[in-house]
């Protein structure tokens, strides 16, 4: 980025040095004020009309300059969480490690306020503890060097509509690259996550990886094995549902990380013919990527998690248990069963902590392979299998199977979810009432009348 297009402030930063800040102009960003989220906007206006800082953060402002619509709009502020909830009644604080405030709006719209955090864990060089306890507030510069891609530690502010840089986030969305903030190979040892979300925007963005930031995912992929399962296991499903996860599975099995997560793939990779394994995963889940990428915006395609999480095992068990060559009925198909459900249980079911009825639909899904491949020459599915409880989503999986290695073609329409009664009139009500009667968990109540306020009835 040329000098003359931006403006550069000198900041202070931990009272030792001083942080160059790149404030681009609206006239040399494409982020149009229109382009943002109402609720947003309200949300920023509100913070600012108090007397506080706001800013657009993250992946909103990521997705914004690169010309897509934001799935969120994070806002970050000076202000601390109690301020926070004084000023938006409409609101609730969330989080344990780091006290999160999110604000409601009708239809069940949620923007997520944060307080700046300290720059504390990027400062500490020697440390190597993962995920240590980080609950201090910060300033600007701060909470963008502490964030885990440049692309990602870029703030928005509303005021003079310019975007605030301090990592070199900009030119990296503008030369397609992937950068870890600070030293990779200490920061993917303090969070290993960061390893999955460096692969994520690479393949969802068809960006490189700068070579420093490759070479601290092959040396440290290892690290995530020691991350809580339950993290884990949330990561590997946005992925899975982004529209992007045969790019995404490319770069798992190229930097090692696929074998990390999945284990139990490692001798199959390596025993195989040359690249079978890996032709067999990404066909299956470019089909998974053609369903998302066909389906309208307006709808509302969901896959279920079993099926996702079960696509990932079909060339394994394929290759295990000769699901597709070989019809198991009776006996057979019992004994077999209860092998393939212990055999998810070692191999990923505490590694995700997955749940049990999770694990027994995985375990539904790939016995019956083999029944649905033997009836697919038919024109119609038999009585008797329509019938069955599982015939829903066992065909869903294997229209996908078939698609992958068949030539078959698998409607989107199987996975459209009808919206709920309450989706179809406008409002989403979430949460869960405590059987205490005095300790009732209270939502907002929205409005549409003039004297409401953020959606809250007047008094």
């Known amino acids: 980025m040329t000098e003359d297009c931006t403006n550069r402030e000198s900041l202070h930063c931990n009272g030792s040095r001083n942080i160059q800040a790149t404030v681009i102009d609206e006239s040399n960003h494409p982020i149009r004020r229109h382009d943002i989220d109402r609720e947003a906007l309200k949300v920023l206006y509100r913070l600012r009309d108090a007397g506080f800082s706001g800013y657009l953060v993250g992946g909103g402002v990521r997705d914004l300059y690169l010309g897509k619509k934001p799935k969120d709009f994070d806002i970050s502020t000076n202000a601390r969480p109690g301020q926070l909830r004084k000023l938006f009644r409409n609101s609730r604080t969330i989080g344990r490690r780091f006290r999160l405030v999110q604000v409601f709006f009708k239809g069940g719209k949620i923007i997520e306020v944060s307080t700046l955090r300290s720059q504390s864990e990027f400062d500490i060089k020697k440390q190597t503890a993962i995920l240590p306890s980080n609950n201090t507030f910060g300033s600007l510069d701060e909470d963008a060097f502490r964030r885990d891609l440049t692309i990602n530690s870029l703030f928005y502010e509303v005021q003079n509509n310019s975007i605030i840089d301090y990592v070199g986030g900009v030119d990296d969305l503008d030369s397609g690259i992937v950068r870890i903030v600070g030293h990779p190979d200490t920061r993917c040892t303090r969070d290993p996550v960061r390893i999955l979300r460096a692969i994520r925007h690479c393949a969802r963005n068809g960006f490189s990886i700068e070579p420093e930031t490759w070479k601290a995912i092959k040396k440290n992929c290892h690290k995530l094995e020691v991350c809580p399962p339950s993290r884990i296991r949330d990561e590997i499903l946005k992925d899975l549902k982004s529209g992007n996860s045969c790019p995404w599975v490319e770069l798992l099995l190229k930097s090692e990380v696929f074998t990390t997560l999945f284990p139990f793939y490692k001798n199959l990779l390596q025993g195989e013919v040359e690249g079978r394994a890996e032709e067999k995963l990404l066909k299956l889940f470019s089909v998974v990527d053609r369903l998302y990428s066909d389906s309208s915006p307006a709808s509302q395609l969901v896959i ?23 019809r198991f009925t009776g006996p057979q198909y019992h004994n077999l069963a209860k092998k393939i459900r212990t055999e998810i249980d070692q191999v990923l079911g505490e590694r995700l902590n997955l749940k049990r ?58 996975f459209i979810q009808e919206p709920s009664a309450q989706e179809q009139q406008g409002y989403i009500l979430k949460g869960k009432r405590s059987n205490n009667k005095n300790r009732r968990q209270i939502m907002p109540a929205f409005t549409s009348t003039d004297n409401g306020v953020f959606g809250l009835k007047g008094k």
């Open 304 to 326: 279920p998690d079993d099926i996702l999480l079960g696509i990932i095992f079909i060339p394994w068990a394929s290759e295990r248990f000769q699901l597709t060559s070989k």
């Open 357 to 414: 009825a999770t694990k027994q639909a995985i375990t539904t899904l790939l016995i019956n392979l083999s029944t649905f491949h033997t009836h697919s020459k038919k024109e119609t599915w038999p009585a008797w299998l329509q019938k069955k409880s599982y015939f829903k989503d066992c065909s869903r999986f294997y229209e996908i199977y078939s698609e992958a290695y068949e030539d078959g073609r698998v409607g989107d329409s199987l």
